[in-house]
Every structure is written in C-alpha cells, then in structure tokens.
C-alpha cells in the first residue's frame, strides 16, 4: 500500500527522463548468482524499451576498478543512464555514488552501504535505494541447520568471503547466533577464502589435515566456497561425512544437496533482486516514484529469502529451472515496488 502510493503521487510529475542505458556492477559474470542478477535487470528495462543498452561491469570484487570503469562510463554526462551495481566494498560506496550524481544518473546500490550513510541523506536526488539480502538470517538460518544435522554436538570451520565487506561479516556473526544457541557444536576456526571455490577447496585440504576425524561441518558463507569445501572433501572421501553449508542458492549447490554432498544454503532469488533494482532506478529516472516522498523503508530494504535443504530442494529446483521471466517485466514490478521486501535494514547491519 505504501508502494502504491508513492508510485501515485509521482506519476503526475511533468519531467521525466528518457533512458537509454543501464550499467549493472556485479563481482564476477562466472558465478550464478550474478547472471540471473543480470537477467532480472535486463527483463525489467527492456520490457519497456528493448532498446534499452545494458552495460555489465565486472569489479573481481575490486571496489577501486568498479569506480573506474564507472567513471568512464560516466565521464561526459550520463542523464540518460540508470545503474545498478554492487560496490564491493564499503570504501568505494560513497566515490561510486558521487560519480553518479555527477553525471546526472540515477543509481541504485546493492549489498554494500556504509553505516553512516543512506539514500536519503547523501546525493539523495540520485541514490535512489540500497538493497540486501539479510546476511545475518542467512548465516544464522545455515549455521542452525549445520547444528541440526550434527545433532547439537561436535566440531566445525568456518568459510567467510572478503574481511571489510558487511555481507561477508554479518553472515559469521549470523552463524555464530546459530552457535550461541548450540553450545555443543565448537567453531574451530574461520578463514576468509574472498567468495572463492579454489581459495575455499585450499582452506578446507589445510583443515582436514589439521583437524582430521574431529572436522564435523564447514560453514561456507557462499555456495562458491561451500562447493570448494566439498571438492576438497571429495578428494579424501570424506563428501557428504562432514556436513557443508553454503549461503547463495545456486543450481549447481542445490545438486548436491540433491546428491547428499550439501547440506544447505539460502535461496536469494537473483532474478528478483536485479529485477527490482533496476526496476526502482528506471522509475525513479522516468519519474514513476519521486524519491522525497518514498520512506526510509522504500529505500534501504531487504529482500526475502529462504533455507533450503533436502525437504524443499526438489520445489526450488522446480521453480528455478521453470522461471517465467515474464513476471519480472517492469509494469508488473510497477504494481508494487517493495512486494518482495523483507523490510528496513537494520541499524549497524552495514557495519
């Protein structure tokens, strides 16, 4: 209803630009979860205008190259553009989005947000949302099905992704409310392995020589990572023994959960997160919302998501291989920006 109305309040504004590119600012095109990322975001602009140039701006999960391919694209003016983009770390947040205001293009963030900055408060007029997936829910909800499966005792390790980036820190800390509410299971160590499957598959040979019998599970913070782990495993016959988490909800994880290698991970459905990202910065650009009337909510939010594990998997594989991209057409996201919305991110999420 909120969505609704500020959509109807912003409607009958005169100016509106015409767009005429979209640039997407995503880790890396060779992980799943970011083509279907581009995938949502290209349905919901093209839908309006298959015209529309899309852009897709590789970071390696490098904030620093982001920001300058960016401020190439940009360099000249860019009142016709709208991005979406994942920053990849904190420290290049803020430069990114200044870099946007600057050539008059409207841009959404996704995932990395500073704690002391929002979309209201900074190049407000530009910055139009940031958008999450909840990485607390998603460690916590792993880490309990890792405790679960263990029967409340015995040993693990623990996979992060890259140590400045909230995501990656929220996702253990989400694990380790898991842990203080399974005080049999003990964390043996944690290792950042930077998204990585050959970073993770090295880190989890080390652990299994160093920890033998006594290794139980390995919480991975991203299916990448957890598929690293059971390859690493796998060399010792030891794949579906030590139980493995991962965190993202790809096709390839959710096979082996299938197989019994995996144990679980969190469907963030990425076709509707690059959907409703680009959704939001073309109405924003076209004058479809008017960013001072919508509330914080509207603007820093997350998205829903989902544990799945051997009950569901065969659903959610379904779903997946079944999607109608149809769905994610701009004028049925128009009807309600934020029906996906899991609500406001939290005070010190970001951090």
């Not at 979406?84 to 200044?98: N, P, Q, R, W």
């Not at 991209?325 to 049925?332: E, G, H, S, V, W």
Request: charged letters at 20%; one cysteine or more.
């Amino acid at each position: 209803m909120v969505g609704a109305l500020a959509v109807g309040a912003a409607t009958s504004e005169a100016s509106a630009a015409e767009v005429k590119r979209l640039f997407i600012g995503v880790g890396s095109m060779s992980a799943e979860n970011w083509v279907d990322f581009v995938k949502g975001a290209t349905q919901a602009v093209q839908s309006v205008d298959p015209n529309i140039k899309i852009t897709v701006l590789q970071s390696d999960f490098q904030g620093q190259k982001l920001l300058s391919d960016l401020s190439s694209a940009f360099a000249g003016g860019c009142s016709d553009c709208i991005a979406l983009v994942d920053t990849a770390s904190i420290a290049f947040t803020k430069a990114i989005v200044e870099k946007a205001h600057e050539a008059g293009a409207k841009i959404v963030t996704v995932y990395n947000r500073p704690e002391d900055i929002h979309p209201w408060d900074t190049a407000s007029d530009t910055w139009v949302a940031n958008i999450a997936f909840n990485a607390t829910e998603i460690g916590k909800m792993t880490g309990k099905s890792l405790c679960d499966a263990l029967g409340g005792k015995g040993n693990i390790a623990a996979l992060g992704g890259v140590p400045d980036n909230p995501p990656a820190k929220r996702r253990l800390e989400g694990l380790n409310k898991a842990l203080e509410e399974c005080p049999g299971v003990k964390l043996l160590d944690t290792r950042f392995a930077n998204w990585a499957a050959t970073e993770a598959q090295n880190t989890t040979r080390g652990w299994i020589s160093r920890f033998g019998d006594d290794l139980n599970g390995v919480f991975g913070s991203n299916d990448a990572m957890g598929m690293g782990a059971i390859a690493a495993l796998r060399e010792s016959g030891l794949n579906g023994k030590v139980k493995v988490t991962g965190g993202d909800g790809t096709v390839a994880y959710w096979d082996l959960i299938t197989k019994g290698d995996a144990l679980s991970t969190v469907h963030d459905d990425n076709f509707t997160f690059g959907a409703y990202g680009a959704a939001l910065a073309y109405a924003a650009a076209v004058g479809d919302i008017s960013l001072d009337k919508l509330s914080h909510e509207q603007r820093d939010f997350y998205l829903k998501q989902k544990l799945v594990g051997e009950n569901n998997v065969a659903e959610v594989l379904d779903g997946y291989r079944n999607v109608d991209l149809t769905k994610f057409n701009y004028d049925a996201l128009k009807k309600d920006f934020w029906a996906q919305s899991a609500g406001q991110i939290g005070e010190g999420d970001m951090k």
